[in-house]
């Protein structure tokens, strides 16, 4: 990667609008910056939100390839408790709380091939603080609608803009735009997911495990009430998730062999919802879609490095798992909680947010944790995507034994709830 020729002294935000460059000097030099981050999803606009509300006079560049909308998504995510008190602390979660619905509790079933019954092995419950549930599910249109209209007048909008290259120098990186424009920043955030440009300009390589199959998601309704309760159901297949929405309404996760889920798809939705009835049982009765299936291929990556010289990967750019936990969304949002309080501290103290130091900083923080859903996330799958009779009278055994133990529950429900007393201060809630 190539070096920039005029290193540019780094200075802090209120110096930095004192000496904003002239028009002159922009065609020249390229648009200056505090951040610049590359991605308009929601880990991104989070990013967004995060840095505008947490140091007034941020000098934001939020670009991406595609114009700022509200993307049709049929998906709805599981926003755990840690990460809704990010919402919550940005001032955010109010827009998002008219659509979310409380996950009251969990149930998970585990069946085989041609099984009649499925029964409940494991179940989790209760709040993870008095009044406060474990998770929400909220859809994902509306945590983008609610996101974008939070970005404040500090954050810039480009696009569409395609990034055509990134130099990282010793005072600032250079974004450069298909358009003959540039950018410049002290430290830049690729948001810009699983198939990130900026990770392979960055010459950042992947561990990667293509696990041959699809997410299929639609939003059903159904005839009984879910009573704010996940359903997983662990399949042959794979995972089988109904996530309750407000109403009789459930979002579905629902995981098949890449050639199974093109047929599924195919099917009349009449036909498709027979085929979810038959995986649920009587869980919530005579069921019918409100759209067609969508799909998206599953696999396990993650970046071998989570920062390179001025640039920071979060989100999908620095990981991705399988959806068996729910916990994709929550892991880059997390992502979030931590960059932002390191780019903050280090604009607060008049230092280099972009510099080594900070971005290892970064890095350490996010890590373990990445690593350690990665590795729980893809055990689940390996383990439970099978139908060989010894695993499954093992993993039954294993998940009642767990069923009958609440210290281990407890510490579990806490785990996925994101809650960390030594974590972040937004995902516990507090300024940074």
Do not use: C
Not at 224 to 237: I, N, S
């Amino acid at each position: 990667m190539q070096q920039l020729a005029t290193p540019r002294a780094l200075a802090p935000p209120s110096a930095a609008r004192d000496k904003a460059p002239t028009n002159a000097e922009n065609a020249m030099n390229g648009a200056s910056f505090d951040i610049a981050i590359v991605g308009g999803g929601p880990v991104g606009l989070t990013m967004a939100v995060a840095l505008g509300r947490s140091m007034k006079g941020l000098r934001i560049a939020l670009i991406d390839r595609r114009p700022f909308s509200v993307p049709r998504d049929q998906r709805a995510s599981a926003i755990a408790a840690g990460v809704r008190r990010i919402f919550v602390e940005l001032g955010v979660w109010t827009g998002m709380a008219i659509g979310a619905e409380p996950v009251r509790q969990m149930k998970i079933t585990d069946s085989g091939t041609g099984d009649i019954s499925r029964p409940l092995f494991l179940r989790f419950d209760g709040d993870v603080a008095p009044g406060e549930p474990f998770a929400h599910l909220v859809p994902n249109q509306l945590v983008a609608e609610t996101l974008l209209g939070a970005l404040g007048p500090d954050v810039e909008i480009i696009a569409p803009a395609e990034i055509t290259g990134f130099t990282a120098g010793p005072a600032s990186a250079r974004l450069d735009l298909a358009d003959g424009r540039t950018i410049l920043a002290p430290l830049v955030i690729a948001a810009d997911g699983a198939n990130s440009a900026l990770r392979r300009m960055a010459d950042i390589e992947v561990i990667a495990h293509d696990y041959q199959q699809s997410g299929l998601v639609t939003t059903i309704m159904h005839e009984l009430d879910h009573e704010g309760t996940a359903y997983e159901h662990f399949r042959p297949a794979g995972p089988f998730a109904s996530l309750p929405l407000p109403g009789r309404r459930s979002s579905l996760v629902w995981t098949e062999g890449r050639a199974r889920a093109e047929e599924l798809k195919a099917l009349p939705l009449e036909a498709v919802a027979e085929e979810i009835e038959a995986v649920m049982g009587s869980t919530l009765g005579k069921v019918t879609l409100e759209e067609g299936l969508q799909s998206f291929p599953l696999r396990l990556q993650v970046a071998k490095s989570f920062t390179a010289p001025r640039l920071a990967l979060i989100g999908d750019a620095a990981h991705v798992i399988h959806p068996v936990a729910g916990q994709g969304l929550n892991l880059g949002l997390k992502d979030v909680a931590a960059l932002a309080e390191v780019a903050v501290d280090a604009f607060r103290l008049g230092l280099d947010p972009g510099a080594a130091d900070a971005l290892e900083r970064y890095q350490h923080w996010r890590r373990f944790d990445t690593a350690l859903m990665s590795m729980v996330t893809d055990g689940m799958v390996r383990l439970f995507s099978n139908d060989v009779a010894p695993v499954r009278a093992l993993r039954d055994l294993g998940m009642g034994v767990v069923d009958r133990l609440p210290p281990i529950k407890d510490f579990l429900i806490r785990r996925a709830a994101g809650l960390d007393s030594r974590g972040p201060k937004l995902l516990r809630g507090l300024p940074i």
